[in-house]
């Protein structure tokens, strides 16, 4: 049963636009939310989080929106840059989950010159 | 620098022959654990560590091994390789496993296995 859902295999935008990228959730336990970027033959690297108790948190060109109530968070990169493109992953913990994150899927982000 | 250390890269081996990745990392971490990702699927976590000598099952461990027998290492061990067992090998280490305010874990930058 996958607890973390990313549901957009993959996303292309324009160079300057805004890149949304999506990601659900079922557990109710779950408090802390992070995202991790990762390159080709790279491991993922820690990006931006949010506690449930904010429903926000912005990191210069990154953003992070928390809606507890349909357990949804996105993350919102403006303006976006050819350098941003890589795989996307979203993760939660909370709960029992002592020394686990739970990830999604995965979205590749392709940000086109 | 601060980083986790997978070995090796890249593996090619055959079903039944044991193999061991060795993970390694020098921020003095208490935490460790071992995920591996699949397309469609995620990154999935196999094994993790606490400390020294405790360990605990992840959502997938089946056909794996770890030991944790000092705090910088800790190995994953395939007895007896299969084809399902195909997959990209991340090792990630962390001081706190009480996440919130923190950045999660820190990976090495995986092992590609392909099992034949």
């Known amino acids: 049963d996958q607890q973390v859902k990313q549901n957009s295999p993959s996303l292309s935008v324009q160079e300057g636009r805004i890149s949304i990228l999506n990601c659900d959730y079922t557990n109710s336990m779950f408090d802390y939310f992070l995202w991790y970027k990762k390159y080709p033959a790279e491991g993922p690297t820690f990006l931006i989080s949010?506690?449930?108790?904010?429903d926000k948190n912005e990191d210069g060109r990154f953003t992070v929106f928390l809606n507890k109530s349909a357990k949804h968070l996105s993350l919102h990169i403006v303006p976006s840059q050819p350098g941003d493109s890589a795989v996307y992953f979203c993760a939660a913990s909370g709960g029992t989950s002592y020394g686990k994150l739970t990830f999604g899927q995965g979205t590749i982000l392709t940000v086109h010159p | 620098e601060a980083q986790v250390t997978q070995n090796p890269r890249y593996l090619i081996t055959v079903t039944g022959k044991k193999l061991t990745v060795t993970c390694s990392q020098n921020?003095?971490?208490?935490?460790m654990s071992w995920y591996r990702q699949d397309p469609g699927l995620g990154l999935r976590q196999i094994y993790y560590?606490?400390?020294?000598?405790?360990?605990d099952k992840g959502d997938v461990p089946e056909g794996y091994k770890v030991s944790r027998k000092e705090k910088r290492n800790f190995p994953l061990i395939l007895e007896s390789p299969s084809p399902n067992q195909t997959s990209l090998y991340f090792c990630?280490?962390?001081?706190?496993?009480?996440?919130?305010?923190?950045?999660?874990?820190?990976f090495g930058s995986g092992t590609r296995l392909t099992v034949v």
């Open positions: 560590s606490m400390n020294v000598e405790v360990t």
């Open positions: 990630a280490s962390s001081s706190t496993v009480l996440w919130q305010g923190a950045r999660g874990y820190t």
């Open positions: 949010i506690s449930s108790i904010k």
């Open positions: 921020m003095n971490h208490e935490y």
